[in-house]
């Protein structure tokens, strides 16, 4: 047993010592209708979530690849499509963006 021990603790402590640098994107409905079809583009990738009801909140975490923009896209209660943009990412930035959507605008924080 204290073979294995010795064996894996070097893999154990190569894994503690890595670190992912990622954004964390928060986005939370503040409007009183649901949204749908959100699309953020961010430096190297997209993500989306089909629905956003009322005053819920999606996360999803993020690695830029790049240096580029945040883009979102987003459809109202009424079919219409707005787009904004964001602040600008890059490549092993680390934190938190919150984006504050409601029927007509993106706020980001």
């Not at 009322?54 to 109202?76: A, M, N, W």
Request: proline residues 6%.
């Amino acid at each position: 047993m204290k073979k294995l021990w010795l064996i894996l603790f070097p893999f154990f402590l190569l894994l503690a010592s890595c670190h992912s640098h990622v954004v964390q994107v928060k986005l939370t409905n503040t409007s009183s209708q649901a949204l749908s079809v959100v699309v953020v583009d961010y430096p190297g990738a997209t993500f989306g979530v089909n629905r956003l009801d009322p005053g819920k909140t999606y996360s999803y975490p993020v690695k830029p690849q790049e240096t580029g923009q945040l883009k979102i896209q987003f459809t109202d209660v009424n079919g219409k499509i707005h787009n904004a943009t964001g602040p600008e990412m890059h490549k092993n930035d680390e934190g938190t963006i919150e984006v504050k959507l409601d029927q007509e605008s993106a706020k980001f924080e």
